[in-house]
């Protein structure tokens, strides 16, 4: 027998080597944890520092169209990672030019030319998210059978549990969900019971990796999901209505999607959106993710290979027998020992290389680029391994060891400085306070930026019962950032920080637009005698079919169109372009039909951070699929992959004015972020690509090196920039909380607060309908819209208004309901499985 045979016939027994049980530290500070990997690896990581050529990709337009590219070119295998993968995402836009670019589409034309494609995605609990993996398994798998698809893990729960789970919360069982009532009035039985369990652990923790991989020679990683909602160019337009030419749509179907409005529904009819678009923006979607090249790719195909085999061995190896495989390590990269079974072969070399006297190991590649660490949170429930959260450790590390600033854009920021802020385990927190208090006794100039969204991307008026669970998010980060005693703010001032804000400052971003409801709209629907919205959801039910074919609702869309196609429209679709980098005075901007429904065109929404991303002094770079939360940080939770990244200085710049050496890659995307919250960067059309919307194979990134603009945010710590940074966060703040009265405010400290400032005005979506009617009689808009009684000069006023937005930096609300004494509900007490769901 070969002894690759004896290697598949050892494969059950494999996790019987691996222990049980674990007693393990998460507390992240002043010690590396033990776990079973190689200790002479960096934050304790299974992999070994690598190398190669790595380019950002800032926002989902320039990431998926590079994603397309590397699909295309695709000729031996695709490896995919996803929370959420949707098949009918299309990778570019408008969809009507681009219908070969649909995901599944692309995936099916490379299994047809003999790629193997293989994609592992979370098996959601369908109660809790509306994700649909089984409909991304059947839909990908039965486009050809080179397509293989796991879902995983399994939730093992039965009928009998849910019963009683429903009793407890008073539910219906036709009407179940667990968007619908909150998990914070759940006790730990009922939690168990509905997220069900599987060798004693409960399996409410989510695979969150983000990853494409494609031949070994190119690899796609960080926050981006290949799902709907994430699609976005740099300038975030959050209006997509098109009365001239619906071919023009850039956000089909569900991809549309305002998660502060409605939840995604029935995913499997991804044309099926029940937000009105000529009512609601969508929410943009602020995101960060790269692509990589040489060596380090190895180190991610082995990441991967090993959680697909782990999964074969768990669940796959006894149903469907034949039709999935074991999948080969690269061979350049065995996976670590003890890990599945081809560690059995690895350490079978090894005693044959000792027992022969070649002891030495085969010397690493010369370096190529950048040098790349791959780090991750996994432990048993997910990977089969003890745990590892080398994340969270080179994220201490990175802040530990910084000299001048630390940039963090993360959707969440939940931490602790001291054992008191439990349950939440991270320290973090604790990390930015010692360098904060470091740099303030040396006298010496730090900074930490933190932008965050302001609000968790859950539907739900803020003071609704089913909006606990957001509140509940929202406490523990404030927590964390200046509330409750042992926040890091408090924290700085009991150590002897009297003004923190010197320090670190806490940022959101918001934008706004204006839907093209002119007078065009109303003159195409009267010579056709089609609604708008109904043309529109005909045009996305063009593309339902196999590519090309049309749907019998086209006879709609084709009415419409012919009545639009003889009309002259001169109201722009999107106004998204006035407040970047060298565009249109807003107040220049045509509109066509009554001025006065103008001022009801304009929008707002906050733009939601979704990247994950840490910058440390131009330098250093950790980005990945890894929330700044318990959740993505102690390893036992959610299971993520980070990459950190550093380059050798090789640009000159400065550093609180004096000369300062750093590395192109890190000041890069630092700058472009900064240029993008500050409308520093020139508007972004979906349809006209660049070479940073290319992969990394085919060029590295360009940038405007020295450019006026790259000036005005090239030293972070300078005086002339914190003026600018702030002043900007400052203005835009105030001009959208007269124009459109969003929460989180600063003006908002009370219950009594929110109800003057905010629902006094607003017709919140979901409201029934003689609910609503009675609010627009009493002169309420709807969500998002103007507040028209702070413009008694009408539409005139508030254009000049709006005006001067400059890009979407705006500030924290830090005192927002700061006087509530429990933000998530008066007497509620989260019991222990709940708090980890949140944190």
């Not at 990709?57 to 994603?67: K, M, N, P, R």
């Not at 939840?263 to 991804?270: I, S, T």
């Not at 960067?681 to 992969?695: G, I, T």
Request: proline share 5%.
């Amino acid at each position: 027998m070969s002894f690759h045979s004896l290697l598949r016939k050892a494969k059950h027994t494999v996790q019987d080597l691996l222990p049980t049980t674990e007693k393990h530290s998460h507390t992240h500070y002043g010690h590396d944890c033990t776990t079973d990997h190689d200790h002479t690896h960096r934050y304790s990581s299974f992999a070994d520092q690598s190398s190669g050529h790595v380019k950002w990709h800032v926002d989902g337009a320039s990431y998926f169209w590079a994603v397309s590219v590397a699909l295309e070119e695709a000729r031996e295998y695709i490896y995919i990672l996803d929370w959420w993968l949707s098949p009918e995402l299309y990778l570019r836009r408008p969809p009507a030019k681009n219908e070969a670019y649909r995901l599944d589409y692309m995936l099916k034309a490379a299994a047809e030319r003999g790629v193997k494609v293989y994609v592992v995605v979370y098996k959601e609990v369908p109660q809790a998210l509306t994700l649909n993996s089984k409909h991304t398994k059947h839909a990908l798998e039965a486009l050809h059978p080179n397509i293989k698809v796991f879902r995983y893990p399994d939730h093992y729960v039965s009928g009998n549990s849910i019963v009683t789970g429903l009793k407890e919360l008073g539910s219906g069982i036709k009407d179940f969900s667990l968007q619908k009532f909150s998990l914070a009035r759940a006790s730990e039985d009922v939690i168990k019971s509905l997220y069900g369990t599987a060798e004693d652990v409960v399996l409410y923790f989510a695979h969150h990796e983000k990853l494409c991989l494609v031949d070994g020679k190119v690899a796609f990683m960080g926050g981006l999901d290949l799902c709907f909602g994430r699609y976005d160019t740099n300038s975030h337009p959050i209006a997509d209505v098109h009365p001239g030419n619906l071919d023009e749509v850039i956000f089909p179907g569900q991809d549309y999607n305002n998660a502060r409005v409605y939840d995604f529904e029935d995913v499997n009819k991804w044309e099926n959106n029940k937000l009105d678009r000529t009512k609601s923006s969508r929410m943009g979607w602020a995101d960060v993710s790269i692509s990589l090249s040489g060596p380090i790719v190895d180190s991610l195909a082995a990441h991967f290979v090993q959680r697909w085999n782990f999964i074969f061995n768990k669940k796959y190896s006894t149903r469907d027998i034949g039709k999935y495989q074991l999948l080969e390590p690269p061979a350049s990269h065995p996976l670590p020992p003890g890990h599945d079974l081809y560690g059995l072969q690895q350490r079978f070399t090894r005693h044959v290389h000792k027992f022969l006297g070649d002891e030495q190991a085969p010397p690493h590649p010369p370096p190529a680029g950048a040098r790349i660490q791959l780090t991750r949170s996994c432990c048993k429930w997910s990977l089969g391994v003890r745990t590892e959260h080398s994340i969270a450790n080179a994220y201490m590390a990175a802040i530990r060891d910084a000299k001048h600033f630390i940039y963090i854009e993360n959707q969440f920021f939940i931490t602790a400085t001291s054992d008191k802020q439990k349950p939440v385990k991270n320290k973090i927190g604790r990390a930015i306070v010692d360098r904060i208090v470091r740099a303030h006794h040396a006298r010496e100039p730090f900074q930490v930026f933190v932008v965050m969204p302001a609000v968790p991307a859950f539907a739900g008026d803020l003071r609704s019962e089913g909006a606990i669970g957001t509140r509940a998010i929202m406490e523990f980060q404030y927590a964390s950032i200046c509330r409750g005693g042992s926040s890091i703010l408090e924290t700085l001032r009991q150590s002897g920080v009297s003004d923190p804000h010197q320090y670190i400052n806490f940022y959101n971003l918001r934008n706004y637009d204006r839907i093209n409801t002119g007078a065009a709209m109303a003159e195409a629907e009267r010579q056709s005698g089609v609604r708008y919205e109904d043309a529109r959801l005909a045009f996305d039910r063009r593309f339902t079919r196999e590519c090309g074919a049309l749907s019998p609702v086209e006879s709609q869309y084709r009415r419409y169109q012919e009545a639009a196609c003889h009309l002259s429209d001169k109201t722009w679709d999107s106004v998204a372009a006035c407040y970047m980098h060298n565009g249109p005075d807003l107040r220049s901007v045509p509109w066509t039909g009554d001025p006065e429904a103008e001022i009801d065109a304009f929008v707002t929404e906050q733009l939601y951070i979704h990247s994950k991303v840490l910058i440390a002094d131009d330098r250093v770079v950790i980005c990945g699929s890894a929330n700044l939360n318990d959740r993505s940080q102690v390893g036992d939770h959610d299971s993520e992959i980070a990459v950190v990244i550093e380059e050798d200085p090789s640009v000159s710049s400065t550093m609180a004015g004096r000369p300062y050496r750093v590395s192109a890659f890190a000041s890069s995307l630092r700058r472009v972020l900064f240029r993008r919250h500050l409308g520093l960067l020139a508007h972004e059309r979906p349809d006209a690509p660049n070479s940073n919307w290319m992969p990394v194979t085919h060029s590295p990134n360009e940038y405007d090196w020295g450019s006026p603009a790259d000036r005005l945010v090239a030293d972070p710590i300078s005086r002339q920039f914190l003026e600018l940074w702030r002043s900007t966060a400052r203005r835009n703040t105030e001009i959208f909380s007269r124009a459109f009265h969003p929460v989180p405010n600063d003006q908002v400290r009370t219950w009594e607060d929110y109800d003057k400032f905010f629902s006094k005005h607003f017709v919140i979506p979901g409201e029934k309908e003689e609910q609503a009617a009675e609010g627009y009689k009493q002169g309420k808009v709807d969500y998002g819209h103007v507040v028209r009684s702070e413009f008694p000069g009408g539409v005139a006023e508030l254009k000049e208004w709006l005006s001067g937005v400059r890009g979407n930096l705006v500030e924290m609300p830090l005192n927002f309901l700061v006087d509530v004494p429990d933000l998530a509900e008066d007497g509620l007490a989260l019991n222990s499985l709940t708090d980890e769901l949140y944190t």
